[in-house]
Structures are given as C-alpha cells and as structure tokens.
C-alpha cells in the first residue's frame, strides 16, 4: 500500500521526496476537490503560486496536468477557470463509476488479504470519527484514501488511473453534500459492506456493494 500513501500528498504535509512539479500537482488537486477553490472562479495565478509557496513553472505544468483531468479550463484571453459543477455532468460521471469501480471491486475481492481488509476497516473507522467532527476536509481525504487503496488491492495500473481522474470529479460533487449528517452516515454503512463482500471473496455482492454506494451518491446529489 505504499503506492496509496505516497499518493495521498495532496494535503497540506506533501513530503519533500516527491518532484516540485508533482507537489504543485497534488496541492492544486486538493483545493480543487475540496472546493477551496470555487466551481467557475477564475483563478489568479500569483496567488496560487503564493497559495502553494511554488514557482511559476510547477504551477503552469499542474495547470495543465489538471486541466486534461477536468478539474480546470483553460479559457483563451480570459485565463484559468476551476470547472463548473453540473448535473449532467454528474450524471455521465456515475455512469462511467458505475462499471469502472464494480470492475474494481471484482478484481479486488479475488486479490484481498486480511492485512488490507483491517486497514480498510481502520479507514472507514477514522472516516466515521471525521463524520462525527464535522471535519469535512478530512472526511474528504479519508474518502479518496479508502476508494485508492480499493484500486490499489485490485492491482490494475490502468484501472487506477482512470478511477484518480474519476474519484478527483466525483468527490468535488460529493463535496456539496457533506453537510447531511444522514448521507455520511450511509457512505460509512455502505463502506462496511464493501469490506465485508472483500472479506468473504464475494465478488457478486462486492460489485453490488459498489453499485449501492454509487446509487447512494447519486441520490444524495439530486436531493441536494
């Protein structure tokens, strides 16, 4: 799981081993998905560097890194514009979670271990007592740690790819409905399930457990 770890360097404690261009990468990506920085602002570009502490050119290079993944728009003549948050792209982007992660969660209950099966339960455990502070940050982070370690146990390099750009939209979606104590509360319940599926190497209920969780999000979305 050290590839999961080292991936989540988007918080404010991004270890100095990794590259500039990396750290301004995942630093950008965290204030995006935790919408410090609002759906269909424009940014200003010193303040980001000032933001980051960074230069110019590992801010440029994030810049564009983050706008292939969606995150950002590149507007000619006007400059840089965090995406807009629609329905419809909302909707598109379940449909894409829906077969990508239920394909993760099949290849992930044939590969488990119980070492990664506790961790997993860990996690869901630190998100319940974010939940429970109404930290939402953190609730934020430990989400998108639990859903790379699920990648991670499915042990699919090019399946996790596509599961970080597609997590990084979702969560900023997600973002928007943190503020329902009852919709935490099934997310937690819902990655319960998803642990218990892995535990028994059921990969039916594992791939409906995801499909449940997915389903829960849409429908926290739309009540939104």
Known sequence: MSNVMAENVSS?????????NERAYLAFKHRLITLRYKPGDYLNIAQVM????????????AVHRLETEGLLQIIPRKGVMVSPLSIDDALELIEVRLVNEALCLRLASQRVNAAQIAYLREMNQRIAHASASRDREEMMLLDREFHQVLADIAANGRLADILSIIHAQAQRFWATTLSSAAHMNEV???HEAIIAALEQGNAEQ???A?????????QALLNN
């Open 12 to 20: 404010p404690t991004t270890p100095k081993s990794i590259s500039l």
């Open 206 to 208: 594992a791939e409906e």
């Open 210 to 218: 995801a499909r449940v969780h997915i389903y829960s999000f849409k």
């Open 188 to 190: 937690i319940a819902e």
């Open 50 to 61: 000032d933001d980051l502490e960074m230069g110019r050119t590992p801010v440029n290079q």
